[in-house]
């Protein structure tokens, strides 16, 4: 049985732990590479990066940063896209407002204030029901070993993002559009705006996540790319 590439784009502060579970449970259907995003400092660096990991064609799975290096890729190298599944993010560029408080936090992080992911913004991550888990542990471990110079670099990449709303309607693969139901980073509306923008994209709310469902409900995520990865190539998706 053919295993297609599958390119794995973990979100800010995250690594290989993101799609752990996803790597283990798509292994017969495809073969996952988790994207190393700490080494660049723009989406087009990154995108690079991505883009010499395979040759060929390649399906591709972006989670919030994760997401916008893979609408990257799409402008730059689309037709070697077999289907794009994108998680927890947005097609809009940063407004005014949130591009003021990221220099905010990057000039404190500069001045030696980094602190990864603390407590405090576990709730802006994570579904309340996993706040005392041993899950918070992971993710703020996951940002400590991601680190403050790495985290400096992939907020310059994610403040020079552009509005890629304009460029959904030219995808034309068969397209996963997914979100936690409780994502305050990323609220449901953007994944909603996305889906419809995309010709034929399927669009799923995840109950009892946040902004990380590839962690919170590994089961159904891996789930919903099983299903993506086996839908037939020259058909689109059914939205639900």
């Known amino acids: 049985m053919h295993r297609p590439p599958l390119i794995l784009l973990p979100g800010l502060l995250c690594d290989t732990r ?3 579970d996803q790597v283990a449970g798509l292994a017969d259907l ?13 989406l087009g660096e990154m995108a690079a990066r991505v883009l010499s990991l395979v040759p060929g064609r390649f399906a591709l799975a972006g989670l919030s940063m994760g997401g916008y290096v ?13 289907r794009l599944a994108l998680f927890d993010t947005s097609a809009r560029a940063d407004t005014e407002e949130a591009a003021r408080q990221r220099r905010g936090l ?10 990864g992911v603390t407590p405090r913004l576990l709730p802006r991550l994570l579904h309340p029901a996993h706040l005392e888990a041993p899950l918070a542990a992971e993710v703020m471990e996951m940002a400590e070993r991601v680190g403050r110079d790495a985290f400096l670099r992939q907020q310059e990449a994610i403040l020079g993002r552009p509005d890629s709303r304009g460029d959904l309607a030219g995808i034309a ?11 305050v980073l990323t609220p449901p509306e953007l994944a909603r705006e996305i889906a419809a923008g995309i010709a034929g994209a399927a669009l799923h709310l995840l109950p ?8 919170e409900a590994p089961e159904a995520v891996t789930a919903l790319l099983r299903d ?5 190539l020259q058909g689109a998706p059914e939205e639900t």
Request: proline letters at 6%; a neutral charge; aromatic letters at 4%.
């Open 173 to 183: 693969v068969p397209t996963l559009v997914a979100a936690g139901e409780a994502d």
């Open 30 to 42: 495809a073969e996952p590479v988790v994207a190393d995003l700490t080494l660049d400092s723009s």
């Open 106 to 115: 990057m000039s404190l992080t500069r001045r030696g204030a980094f602190r």
């Open 208 to 215: 009892g996540c946040g902004h990380l469902p590839s962690m």
């Open 18 to 20: 993101l799609w752990r």
């Open 70 to 82: 893979a609408l990257e890729i799409m402008r730059r190298a689309g037709a070697r896209v077999e």
């Open 228 to 232: 993506w990865l086996a839908a037939p």
